[in-house]
């Protein structure tokens, strides 16, 4: 039969816990991750006797409250919102630098045409020429600037992809020994759960959701199994793998690895979520689009106008030189080629660069170039000799040497140009402003035919400055220095030797005109205006798109991701505070609550001490009875 004097002691035990509990509970009202504590109680098993009254109190258990639908919602969306987080700041960024006056390529680009405007005027102004150099240097400058910010935010992008991997490498290990030590625990307590170790385990799960999306799931000893977003296992009970990062193949430190031991498994396309993911997504979808963009507008620009300006005349009477270097596009083999190819590329149609990079890869018998964006083939023309390049992309492609069969090669066209692109002359004489060529009638012409000035085709043809006498022998028909019988195009035009000139008027036989060099033309600006002409051609997208509409859509685009990426950061940002506080609901601390609390156990504890005190005086009573 219970006795009076256990049962009140029962009471002070249980009472005394739930106290422990209640004050460990307002001690912790702040600690990040802490879920609130409970004590349940039952009644202590009935002892025999003919009339049982009870056996008292014990503590059944400590409950830890929490909602684990609520916390594994809570986890994915730590993960979304790194994410976001990421995306967000990182794409302001580069929209800050496209948009920016004074850091994009709007000003500068139109300061260039600008100038080469004002050489259109007064060609023969060495104050105009330098102008227009100075306007040229400082294009070239912001191109290599922002391909600078670029590339060093790129290199940021691998550092903070490193700085991720260590992290979530220690998060592994942490969330396996606390695997260990929690079912150590509950296996010692009588399946008692080790709330705090298993409240640290769930904050260190949710750092690591912040750093790269993650799965789990739950062993019946208590212990959390994680893997990556696609089923790759990240700790299985108290087993951890590290993420670590290696070169790919063709060198760059991109290949993300899961290593267990001395196995390891590539997972870089199979990351998503979190700060990593983040990196990874703005990686591949804003900055190697924009900087492939930035570079394709580079090379539309100096091959348009070192096009033209090789049709033109310098001050020294020479045919115009490049003035801009012209961008190469960057080939990187594969680190395990075998063979002895060397790939060399050359953009040989600017409208039709996809801003795309490439895989060329030799699969024993034939060239097969791939999209690495999409994974699609690209058709190849030619035979890839330097005779008969390949050609696909807009690129002009020659193979030298012996490839071996699975040998590949990166091709990036416009990876870099932005950085390549280079003022070509200093000498403000060496701006070709003029003409190369003048045409003359002869003073004994009797009709009221003309000639409009020569018109450049062929810049490099090797008869083009070859002075030529055309005689008219009917009105659509002429000789050439006396020889032949050709007629006038349909279109009044005639060409030879490059040039193009148009036949204005009706002509009558023996009516000639000379065309010969233009030397001592320097105030002539026709390939001034010509150059200035370069502005409104449509150079990209396939001949539909100028260079300040292409870019304006840069601009646009980025700009466009950057709000994107800002509003979902808002959505997220709100969508995660509801669910904390939803969390913060079940598991948080009350101090109301919990001041309610401690004063109600502490009057039970008083009371079980009262029912302790009176069992001890009945106690000597009868003790006084049996002495008497």
Known sequence: MADILGIGSSGLLAYRSALNVVGQNIANANTEGYS?????????????????????????????????????????????????????TQTAQLDTWLSGTDTGLSKSLQGFFDAVNGLSANASSSATRQVVLTGASALTARFNTLQNSFNELDQDIDARIGEAATRISELSRQIAEL????????????????????????????????????????????????????????????????????????????????????????????????????????????????????????????TAVNAQHAKGMDQYGQLGGALFSTPSGTVTPARGNTGTATITTQVSDAAALTMQDYTLRFDGGSWQMTSTRTGENVALSGSGSQADPFRAAGLSIVVTGSPAASDQYLLQPTRDAAGQIKLAITDTARIAAASPLRTSAASTNSGLSRLSPPEVRDGANPQLLQTVAIRFTAADRYSIDGAGDYAVSADGSIDLNGWRVSVGGVPVAGDTFTLSRNDGASGDNTNALALLGVAEQNLLSGGRTTLSSANSALVSRVGSQSAQASAQLDAQTALSTQTQAERDSVSGVNLDEEAADLIRFQQAYQAAAQVVSTANTLFDSLLSAIRS
Not at 44 to 67: E, F
């Open 36 to 88: 609130r504590q409970r004590v349940n109680l039952e009644a202590r098993p009935l002892s025999g006797g003919s009339v049982p009254s009870g056996n008292g109190v014990t503590v059944r258990d400590v409950q830890r409250i929490s909602d684990q639908f609520v916390v594994n919602r809570l986890t994915g969306q730590d993960s979304s919102l790194a994410r976001v987080n990421t995306m967000a």
């Open 179 to 302: 695997n260990d030590s929690i079912a150590q625990a509950t296996s010692k307590n009588a399946g008692q759960l080790p709330n705090d170790l298993i409240d640290q385990r769930e904050l260190a799960l949710r750092s690591l959701a912040d750093q790269v999306g993650i799965e789990t799931s739950l062993s019946e000893d208590g212990s959390i199994n994680v893997s990556l977003g696609t089923g790759q296992a990240l700790v299985l009970g108290g087993r951890a793998s590290s993420v670590v990062i290696g070169p790919d193949s063709f060198g760059r430190m991109r290949d993300i690895r899961l290593s267990s031991g001395a196995a390891s498994v590539s997972v870089t396309t199979q990351l998503s979520g979190g700060t990593m993911g983040g990196l990874l997504d703005f990686r591949r979808e804003v900055l190697e689009p924009a900087v492939n963009e930035l570079g394709s507008i580079a090379v539309a620009l100096s």
